[in-house]
């Protein structure tokens, strides 16, 4: 049998045979070795291209209900296939030029004819953003702002998009039920939701797999439905503040308090509201561990408090306006300094300060 | 006189000269590292010379060193050919070391946790040098391990090398077959994919049938490491795999291979008288010397065999890789390892108990105890009718057995599922959904459908805007009064406003998949009657396509997982209350990104 000469018989074959192998293995080996950075990097593309399909099936099953099957948003949930999230600024060549044009015209050193210059390349430059912007109308409707085209930098976030996506995806939004019909729930596994970590990457690989890099236009935009909302935007909040009754001030003595307190009438019922519910008096003032309790305190102040020598000339209402502006002016014996916020002269108005006293006054009479 | 203070090689040098102290040094070492053949004793051995002197130096290295002196220093000539061992002993040794040394070096790259085990599997891919080769070879190892052991097993059998005095070689030999077995199976789930999940779940579920209940729950949850296998369970496999179970394998092999060097290896059956057990008494003539005989055949057999498995993972095998494990989604056609599958057959018998445990455990101690109740004295192929005849047997039996193991047998899937799982189902054991390997630029978005596979050739265009027809004047209403568009739309989140099917282009790779489709509906056309089928391609993402695969037919009367038939042997519609037929809708959807190459050449 040739099988039986070749490799049993002869001690010759069998070296021979033996040293082939061993030849054939180094070379297949060296083959191998030469190709592993081309394996390597095609098994990664060919991973990161099913990491975007099972993410695409993830997202199909348990994201657009709320973001949209083709991630346009909706009455649910804001759009992520939009050049909002991914950072795309339509009018970045005009603004960066406005933006150069208008710190050179600041400079002592520009001469006033390079000023006129500027001044008029800046109406080119805005003619050349007008039909941009016009295009862009209806997205700024729904939400859009052209002069801050990144969610990112809009929310002040630090890391990538990457980064972002997988956050949110395993935290969720714990407070957007407060502007969105619902929260978005946490995701994670580890944050109580239904997904493995690597399903958030699937996920977020397949988000990212939406951005056109440069290639955005106008009509991605447009297409839009919904854009993020922000729970308080930071103009109308100024402008809330702007019309808003004074507050008090932390700063403000003890007399001038009185001053503005005259001729106001305290709203007892108004006043059990603040302590109870917004300035959470009664979360320390309750049983005489931490502060002094609420019941009664009319009586201390004027049987206790008004006797002590620095009182004198003080009024119950003066007593108790300095003990809550200024809290730690004095404190009573037996209880912690510093424990109560100082803050409430920024917190309250004149008003919700005669109101309080009232409602104090109201859980024990004065004497006499 | 010394340079030094004590005698050096330089003073050899001063007095020999340079070649010659050298050449002594050299030899020196030689002969130290084989303990006892020198430079020249090699060479006069490799060239197949008789020793030139004496006492003869190769039986030196047997008495005097450590790895040899496990092996016996001759053999009988007529155990050394091919016939009768194949060498599938020493190879079974082999494939100890050789999967001890691949699973170092994937170990190194390895964490067993459920967070990033899967992810340790796509980095040894993506980024180890040689990564994806030791995981390829540590499986196919382990793969033709079982093979060679099962195949040194029946050798043995066939030849009754087990008779005495070799009853406990064969009894420690069935010991180490068993630990074969559960060392490839510990193996399997350490990947953290979907085939070992199942494989391993469908494994460790027999451990839970053992009787009485309380055993059996107690075991499983030993096993496991809680009701489920999760983290526990997967760090439980990990230590079996790489500490419990190659610990005893090293005990048995060195018990195993003592018993063989104490009893010899067993001559052919022809060679000796009957009763007799000559294999100790090796005539001088008859003498085949370890070195260099089957020294350098052992060497020459490691060789070809590890070549055979670097050609193997080069061209034809790579380890399985599936999508990470999900216990919440069984895939279709789960099965045990290959090995395992003839359990995995005896369960579809019936009782879990008595098949799933109490049948193996027959089949292991009836392996175990046979050189004990099989004590007739005669090895010769005339007088072993009947054990020769239970071996073929067993072979035979485990073989039906192991095809009923397949999920091709008595698994009963409605065919609409089975159909959708044949066209999307992602890879596995190379075998993938017949729409993937569709090429990304050939898969044009567009909706196609069967019925223009049952038209007459050139007539197709007609048939399929035929069908336009029909779908636009409301045909096909899926059940709870929908439309197809609204089911597809609302329930599939697939945007689509209208339906307007188009023939598939000839000669492309989506054309042939659609026609593969149109032959399974009609294997299927009485469960799925009057039926079509739909395939919707769309463009989704940048790179990535949706594709939407949909079925539609008229329910019928089933019986059993077949449809019930009628006197012409055709299906019977199924009707509601009102006494009209009832259409049936399934789908399915995948996407397909353009890089995602299935079943491309690895480096392609």
Redesign the interface.
């Known amino acids: ?1 040739n ?2 000469r070749l ?2 018989e ?3 074959h ?2 021979l ?3 082939v ?2 030849l ?2 180094m070379v ?2 060296g ?3 030469i ?6 990097q ?9 990491a ?3 993410g ?2 993830l997202f ?1 099953a348990n994201c ?1 209900t709320c973001h949209g ?2 991630g346009y948003g909706g009455a649910r949930g804001p759009a992520l296939n939009t050049p909002y999230l991914f950072g795309h600024d339509f009018l970045a060549e005009t603004r960066r030029e406005r933006l150069g044009l208008e710190t050179e015209a600041t400079l002592a050193t520009t001469s006033e004819e390079r000023k006129v210059a500027i001044s008029e390349r800046l109406v080119a430059l805005e003619a050349l953003e007008a039909p941009i912007r016009q295009q862009m109308n209806a997205a700024v409707l729904k939400g859009y702002n052209p002069d801050a085209p990144s969610r990112l930098a809009n929310l002040g976030w630090g890391g990538g998009l990457p980064n972002f996506l997988y956050t949110t995806l395993v935290h969720g939004r714990p407070t957007s039920g407060s502007y969105w019909p619902q929260a978005m729930a946490a995701w994670a596994q580890r944050a109580g939701g239904p997904l ?4 958030l990457e699937d996920l977020t690989a ?1 988000i990212i ?4 890099g440069s290639e955005w236009t106008v009509e991605d935009l447009l297409a839009v439905q919904q854009f993020p909302k922000v729970p308080a935007d930071g103009a109308e909040l100024a402008a809330l503040l702007a019309n808003a009754e004074p507050r008090i001030g932390v700063e403000t003595p003890v007399e001038e308090i009185m001053v503005g307190l005259e001729g106001l009438s305290g709203d007892v019922q108004n006043g059990q509201t603040l302590y109870n519910g917004v300035l959470a008096c009664s979360g320390c003032h309750m049983n005489a561990a931490v502060a002094p309790p609420t019941e009664g305190t009319w009586t201390r102040v004027n049987e206790v408090r008004l006797l002590e020598p620095q009182f004198a000339g003080y009024t119950p209402e003066m007593y108790l306006a300095e003990s809550i502006i200024h809290p730690n002016d004095y404190i009573v014996p037996a209880y912690g300094a510093g424990l109560m916020p100082a803050n409430f002269g920024e917190r309250v108005t004149y008003q919700d300060l005669s109101d309080l006293i009232a409602y104090i006054a109201s859980q024990d009479q004065p004497i006499g | 006189m010394s340079v030094l203070p004590f005698p050096s090689f330089l003073d050899d040098i001063k007095e020999k000269g340079l070649k010659r102290a050298l050449f002594e040094g050299i030899n020196e070492v030689v002969e130290r590292a084989t303990a006892g053949m020198n430079v020249q004793d090699l060479r006069e051995a490799l060239r197949g010379d008789a020793p030139s002197r004496k006492p003869n130096p190769r039986l030196q290295p047997h008495a005097d060193g450590f790895w040899l002196h496990m092996r016996p220093s001759y053999f009988h000539k007529s155990v050394t050919g091919l016939y009768p061992e194949f060498r599938l002993g020493w190879l079974s040794t082999y494939f100890v070391f050789f999967e001890t040394i691949t699973g170092i070096f994937l170990m190194v790259w390895y964490t067993p946790s459920p967070d990033v085990a899967y992810a340790n599997m796509l980095s040894i891919m993506a980024n180890v040098p040689l990564g994806q080769f030791m995981r390829d070879l540590h499986r196919l190892g382990a793969e033709a391990m079982v093979l060679i052991v099962t195949l040194h097993m029946l050798r043995t059998f066939l030849t009754a090398s087990y008779k005495k005095p070799r009853e406990f070689t064969w009894f420690s030999g069935v010991i180490l077959l068993a630990l074969t077995f559960f060392l490839s199976f510990s193996g399997y789930l350490l990947p953290w994919d979907q085939l070992a999940l199942w494989a391993v779940t469908i494994g460790a579920s027999m451990v839970e049938a053992a009787p009485p209940e309380i055993v059996g729950t107690n075991l499983n949850l030993l096993l496991r490491g809680g009701p489920e296998i999760g983290a526990n369970g997967l760090l439980r496999f990990y230590l079996l795999h790489v500490l419990a179970v190659p610990a005893l394998l090293f005990i048995f092999v060195g018990v195993h291979y003592y018993k063989v060097v104490l009893h010899a290896h067993s001559l052919p059956p022809g060679e000796e008288n009957i009763g007799e057990d000559t294999a100790k008494r090796v005539p001088l003539d008859k003498r085949v010397y370890f070195i260099p005989d089957v020294l350098t055949s052992e060497i020459m057999w490691i060789g070809i065999t590890t070549l055979v498995l670097i050609v193997l993972v080069t061209w034809f095998f790579h380890a399985p890789l599936e999508a990470h494990a999900n216990p919440q989604s069984t895939p279709l056609g789960t099965t045990a390892p290959w090995y395992f599958l003839w359990v995995q057959g005896a369960l579809k018998l019936g009782d879990k108990v008595i098949w799933g445990i109490v049948f193996p455990t027959i089949v292991v101690v009836f392996l175990m105890a046979y050189p004990y109740l099989d004590v007739t004295k005669s090895r010769r192929w005339a007088h072993r009718r009947l054990q020769l005849t239970i071996a073929f047997g067993m072979a035979a039996g485990f073989t039906v057995l192991s095809y009923m193991g397949l999920p091709e047998f008595g698994v009963i899937n409605s065919a609409d599922s089975e159909i959708l799982h044949e066209l999307t189902k992602e890879p596995a054991f190379n075998h993938v959904g017949v729409l993937l390997p569709v090429p990304y630029d050939e898969l044009a978005p567009g909706m196609y459908i069967t019925r223009q596979f049952q038209a007459e050739p050139g007539d197709e265009a007609s048939v399929v805007s035929a069908f336009n027809a029909e779908i636009a004047n409301g045909a096909f209403p899926v059940e709870g009064g929908r439309t197809l568009i609204q089911y597809l739309d609302q329930g599939q989140h697939l945007p689509v406003s209208s339906l307007t099917f188009t023939t598939a282009a000839d000669g492309t790779a989506l054309h042939e998949a659609m026609a593969e489709f149109s032959h399974m509906m009609e294997l299927e056309r009485l469960e799925l009657r009057n039926g079509w089928g739909a395939v919707i391609v769309t463009e989704w993402q940048p790179g990535l396509k949706r594709v939407d695969v949909v079925l539609s037919w008229d329910d019928v009367e089933m019986r059993g997982g077949a449809p019930v038939l009628d006197a012409n042997g055709d299906s019977i519609p199924r009707l509601d209350a009102n006494g009209s037929g009832i259409r049936r809708v399934n789908s399915d959807h995948i996407f397909i990104h353009e890089n995602a190459q299935y079943f491309a050449a690895p480096g392609s």
């Open positions: 049998m099988l039986q490799l049993v002869r001690i010759e069998r070296i045979v033996g040293t192998a061993f054939g293995i297949l080996v083959w191998i070795a190709n592993e950075n081309g394996r390597m095609a098994f990664q593309r060919q991973y990161e291209a099913r975007i399909e099972r695409a099936e199909t657009t099957a083709n493995r970590s690597d399903q397949y797999n939406w951005d056109k």
